[in-house]
């Protein structure tokens, strides 16, 4: 693996997941925002890959609303350094609610996104992604699904995406989380995180770490903050 590969592969899975997935999972969730209800989020982000490889770090800001019609929209910039490179990201998503969910009813949605990175010189359009998702509430888990498709431009490859999570609501303050995401390429990532409600319905802090699948045990770490208005 050469070191761009390695630097978009931190920006894709440490960034621009947060832009479409209910932090700090990389899994979606099924919850859509109402219209003129928005979302202010920062995440940073450390990604070891192991051997010789360079240690990635990144950091991200994403604006989301809900603009009505059941759906909402987000805008993110990030950037990630390793070995004194660097590269930036730019990614409008979004998600649109095909079912509603409830406190005792389950959700589907499908969520979008359009990304594009700049390493040295403009922006080019890198990924594109496609998934549906699924959320059923149980008591107080939220069990979440996701399947969809993906395309990076650099390397003109197509990848299915998918993902399971188990979210334990109600802990006070706290949510606790783990899933298991992957794709059809590489090996899956075992992921746990804390989600804490600072103040209700206004302000998250969020932390996750976790642990690719393969010989390497490539490893990432993301912590996160939330402002709702």
């Known amino acids: 693996m050469t070191f761009r590969p390695l630097l ?42 192991g051997g010789d490889l360079p240690t990635v770090r990144g950091a991200s800001a994403q604006l989301g609303c809900g603009v009505g019609l059941s759906t909402q929209v987000a805008l993110l910039v990030g950037r990630a350094r390793a070995d004194g490179e660097r590269a930036d990201v730019l990614a409008l998503v979004g998600k649109t609610a095909l079912r509603t969910l409830t406190d005792t009813q389950g959700g589907a949605v499908i969520a979008w996104s359009v990304g ?63 899933e298991v995401a992957g794709d059809d390429r590489d090996e899956p990532w075992l992921n746990a ?19 690719q699948m393969n010989s390497a045990r490539a490893r990432l770490a993301t912590i996160g903050l939330k402002i709702a208005f």
Not at 193 to 211: K, P
């Open 8 to 49: 978009l592969a931190g920006l894709l899975v440490g960034l621009t997941s947060a832009a479409h997935a209910g932090r700090p999972l990389i899994t979606e969730d099924a919850g859509v925002l109402d219209a003129r209800d928005c979302e202010l989020e920062l995440v940073g982000s450390r990604e070891r890959a």
């Open 116 to 178: 594009g990175e700049r390493s040295g010189g403009s922006f080019k359009h890198e990924t594109t992604e496609l998934k549906a998702v699924y959320t059923q509430p149980v008591d107080q888990w939220l069990l979440h699904a996701n399947l969809g498709w993906t395309r990076s431009e650099s390397a003109r490859q197509n990848s299915t995406l998918w993902s399971v999570a188990a979210e334990r609501t109600g802990l006070g303050p706290f949510d606790a989380m783990a």
């Open 193 to 211: 995180g804390l989600r804490w409600t600072a103040i209700a319905d206004r302000l998250f802090v969020d932390a996750s770490y976790g642990v």
